[in-house]
């Protein structure tokens, strides 16, 4: 297997005159859960159509399981489940399996046919008479048959209830651990990424700010909370919030010494990511956040 399974250099995306994605390099290691968050419109859509060749990039390079994504190189070990988990909505469960085998050269029913079983979900129901939690794990069920070595899911679990969105997270890590293949998911919701994934992409108006071990983020940054006075003296700071004559710093590096005038907090990874995309925002996003 291939020790990267997204490698990108320079990589941008342009819809007429406007960059969607721009500077891209990021690579992510294969066998992995990733995270990619980032506010509407921050260009992850766009990321994760680019890596299964549904856009072509506009510039830069992209590899996708050690090679470039050309039409067809791929993609058929590659499994993308979008948004609306769009399926036909007038097949049966059991035609999506069968449609799904036709379609696609590596292939196994019985992955699909087992976890629909596990689910109680009838294969003879028609995918528009599903609840909308079922015709995600429907569709994640046709997904895993493909036996992909990469699974990328955009906001898979955005339209589901906080039931729903459990089911599908907990069917989604056993397929993980059973195939160990690379898995990428988006969403909005940081609290509900740290639970499941391990490395972490965000994105703000199409760049870059992070793509990082979570551990390692984690290990890295520290909030220094102290005097104002002190705090031009401070390398590494991302963030930074006045309160008076006190502030509160979010830095990336070294923790200061002892006796220096700094509290030294911990930082949870929604804290840490709120201050990435707030340091980067214009003013008005900045009020809100605040
Ligand atoms: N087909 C398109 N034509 C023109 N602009 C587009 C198109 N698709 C996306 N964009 C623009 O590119 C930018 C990135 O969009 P993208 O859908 O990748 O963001 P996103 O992070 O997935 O957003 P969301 O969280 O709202 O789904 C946005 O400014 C969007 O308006």
Not at 10 to 33: F, N, Q, S, T
Not at 77 to 86: F, G
Not at 194 to 221: M, N
Not at 279 to 287: F, M, N, S, V, Y
């Amino acid at each position: 297997m291939n020790e990267i399974a997204i490698r990108t250099s320079g990589l941008g995306k342009r819809y007429r005159k406007k960059w969607a994605l721009r500077g891209c390099d990021i690579e992510v290691p294969a066998g992995r859960v990733v995270g990619l968050v980032g506010p509407n419109g921050a260009g992850k859509s766009t990321l994760m159509n680019l890596a299964v060749g549904l856009l072509a990039p506009t510039e830069g390079t992209l590899e996708v399981l050690g090679r470039e994504v050309r039409a067809n190189t791929v993609l058929h070990r590659v499994a993308y489940i979008d948004q609306e988990h769009t399926m036909y909505r007038n097949f049966t469960v059991r035609e999506m399996v069968k449609t799904g085998r036709k379609l696609n050269a590596r292939w196994d029913d019985r992955i699909a046919f087992d976890r629909l079983a596990e689910l109680n979900i009838p294969l003879d129901s028609r995918i528009g008479a599903l609840s909308g939690g079922q015709r995600a794990q429907v569709a994640l069920a046709v997904a895993l048959a493909k036996e992909p070595e990469l699974l990328i899911l955009d906001e898979p679990v955005a339209s589901l209830d906080p039931l729903a969105r459990r089911e599908l997270m907990s069917v989604l890590m056993e397929a993980k651990a059973d195939s160990g293949c690379t898995v990428v998911l988006s969403s909005h919701v940081v609290s509900e990424l740290e639970r499941l994934c391990d490395y972490l992409i965000v994105l703000d108006r199409g760049q870059v700010k992070l793509a990082d071990d979570i551990d390692d983020l984690l290990e890295q940054h520290h909030l220094l909370v102290g005097p104002a006075a002190a705090a031009a003296d401070v390398a590494g700071v991302v963030h930074r919030e006045d309160r008076g004559d006190r502030v509160s710093l979010l830095v990336r590096g070294d923790r200061p010494a002892p006796g220096s005038p700094w509290d030294v907090l911990h930082v949870d990874l929604e804290t840490l990511v709120m201050h990435y995309l707030t340091a980067a925002a214009p003013t008005r996003l900045r009020e809100v956040a605040a």
